[in-house]
Structures are given as C-alpha cells and as structure tokens.
C-alpha cells in the first residue's frame, strides 16, 4: 500500500480522496455562511454552532490537514507533468480537446489558496485566536454568543475597502467554482467510479454543484454591497 501512494497514481487518489473531503466542507460552509442573508441572529447562532459542536471542532485540524495534502500533491503532481511534457507537447493547441478550467487548475487553485489566506486572517483567525472589538458577545435567545454577524459584514461595508474585500472575495468564489467544476468529475474518475455513461453526468452533476458554490459565494457580498 505505501509503495502504491508514492506513485504518481497514488498520489492523484489522494488527492481525488481530499478533494472529496473538500467538497462536503464546501458545502457545509456555504450552508453556514448563507444565514447571513437571514440577519444576525440567525447567522450569530449558525457561527456559534459551528464553533461549539464537538464532531465540528473535531473535523477541524482532520480539515486542514485535507487542504495541506491536497495542495501538495497538485503542486507536486503539476511540476511533475511539466518536466515530463516533451516541448513540442506544450505547443499543441489544447483548447478543442480539453476545457479552460481543466488546462489551469493550478492556477484557479493558487487563486482559491491566496483567497483562503484572505479570508482566514480576516474571519478565523480573529475569532479563534487574537479576537476583535466586533466579536463582543450578544444574547440570543438567552444564549450569550459572539457577535460573528458584525465581524464579517463590517468588512463587505466598509467603504472602499469593502468594494475591494467583496471584489476579492467573488473573484476566488469563481475561481472555486471553476475548480470544482472539473474536480469534481475529475475525482470520480481517478478511484474508477466513472465510465462513458456516468462521465457526462457527473460533468453536469459537477456543473451544477461548481454553480451553486460560485454564485452561492458571491452573493454574500453581493447582497451587502446593494442592500
């Protein structure tokens, strides 16, 4: 079994096994962060659940640990395709026989990981760890809780800054829609779950779920800059 995980087919298993993981995250937190939409006391609560529920802070580090390895086997798994690439390869034009998203997923993956980087040093690492002004506790329900509510849509209406922040932030929900796009098929294919009929319906399956991620993002921000 070890033999088979340094092998280049190894290797894209786990990363097809993480981005499984990422997947079910993905959609959990999109669920989570779509009740800002309903006002602050939904959201404070939906926030407070997600940062007292055992199995959550559980999967937590097991979380990290899938973005950690999923990023260095595509890092690693891309640098070794290019060095194996003949030059003449890299000149054939691959735009017929291969989608946009599929040739760069590298590149939407660095915009999703420097996106990430943004959205962890503005959210999580405030609320876990150096805390904010904003995140003074509320009640809801008679439950004292952080004011999480008031930390992320300062930022979306902070003026200027907050045009650029939800720029920022609807720019990498793309960028990860397109990822997941091909992704998730992709992975479906790499542990031999796919064939000639399931292909075409995991691609639409891919597409619709990579369109909800994306606009389901966007419209956070969306919904403040407007609102």
Do not use: C
């Amino acid at each position: 079994m070890s033999n088979f995980l340094t092998t280049s087919i190894g290797k894209k298993f786990l990363m097809s096994l993480s981005g499984f993981f990422l997947i079910s995250f993905l959609s959990v937190h999109l669920t989570a962060n779509l009740f800002l939409l309903a006002g602050s006391d939904a959201f404070n609560e939906a926030s407070h659940f997600m940062g007292t529920n055992p199995i959550i802070q559980i999967m937590q580090p097991v979380l990290a640990l899938g973005f950690i390895l999923h990023i260095f086997y595509a890092s690693f798994l891309t640098l070794q395709n290019r060095k194996a690439r003949p030059e003449s390869y890299a000149k054939v034009d691959q735009k017929n026989s291969s989608k946009w998203e599929s040739r760069n997923m590298y590149i939407l993956g660095a915009v999703v990981l420097t996106f990430l980087v943004i959205h962890l040093i503005n959210f999580f690492w405030k609320i876990k760890f150096t805390g904010s002004d904003l995140l003074k506790e509320v009640d809801v329900k008679g439950v004292e809780m952080e004011n999480a509510y008031s930390l992320v849509t300062s930022l979306f209406m902070s003026g200027t800054l907050g045009f650029i922040y939800s720029g920022i932030y609807i720019l990498g929900a793309v960028a990860l829609g397109l990822h997941v796009n091909h992704g998730f098929w992709a992975a479906f294919q790499t542990l031999g779950l796919s064939n000639n009929i399931w292909r075409k319906r995991l691609e639409v399956l891919g597409s619709i779920f990579a369109l909800i991620i994306a606009s389901g993002f966007s419209i956070i921000p969306l919904y403040f800059l407007i609102f």
